[in-house]
């Protein structure tokens, strides 16, 4: 199957800083890409979704000015965690999908620990 | 709204036993549902799809999944489990709305496999 890359696997900011993650499709292109928060034992909460060359749709109840993303290109997506805080620890995904192929590709994930 | 329901937050099974996975979804005009498998710390891996055709699939790992249309179901079967198998599962159904499409998974179930 396709490979989606993560980057990085753990992450441990100070609070009020602020934390980039990466997501990349190696071999093929996404045109749309997805971000999920994770709880511990929880499923998968889609924070938002995002077209190459558009500002991202976010979910009702996500701050968009918190969580910046960016899809500048057809194989890589941003999302930066801003003025970070310890309840915005968590395990965050990246996926993505490409036009004709009808499922999304994950990526390893991201833990991200806010002290 | 299209909704996944996995009812079925923890299975215990032991080694070399049967094991069935339940997920239901809402109903829609077509769907496609997908099974995925998460290891602790990593992204998700697509076990197996359901996109039209056959109703019972195949997928990774021996596992395989009937999609019944009039039930709205889509449970995920394996004859013999190993301990490897031990994990966290997800159903899944793409959404599309208003031409833009989204992936809404269910809780998630955790399968145990005992030795």
Request: charged letters at 15%.
């Amino acid at each position: 199957g396709a490979v989606v890359s993560q980057h990085p696997s753990r992450v441990i900011c100070k609070s009020g800083t602020s934390v980039k993650i990466e997501c990349r499709s190696l071999d093929f292109q996404a045109t749309t890409m997805f971000w999920y928060r994770q709880f511990p034992k929880q499923s998968l909460m889609l924070m938002a979704t995002s077209n190459e060359g558009s500002k991202a749709t976010y979910e009702q109840g996500v701050e968009k000015d918190k969580f910046l993303i960016n899809h500048a290109s057809l194989t890589l997506s941003t999302l930066t965690v801003t003025s970070a805080h310890p309840e915005d620890s968590s395990f965050y995904i990246c996926s993505a999908a490409s036009q004709g192929v009808s499922e999304a590709f994950f990526g390893q994930g991201t833990r991200l620990t806010v002290v | 709204a299209q909704s996944v329901t996995q009812l079925d937050s923890q299975v215990p099974v032991f080694e070399e036993a049967p094991v069935e996975l339940r997920c239901n979804y809402s109903s829609s005009v077509s769907v496609y549902l997908f099974w995925y498998v998460q290891y602790p710390n990593q992204g998700l891996q697509l076990l197996l799809k359901y996109l039209s055709g056959s109703t019972l699939v195949k997928g990774i790992n021996g596992f395989e999944a009937e999609f019944n249309k009039s039930q709205t179901s889509f449970h995920l079967r394996k004859p013999s489990v190993h301990i490897s198998d031990t994990a966290e599962y997800f159903c899944a159904v793409r959404s599309t709305t208003s031409g833009t499409y989204k992936y809404i998974f269910g809780t998630g179930t955790r399968l145990k496999v005992l030795a």
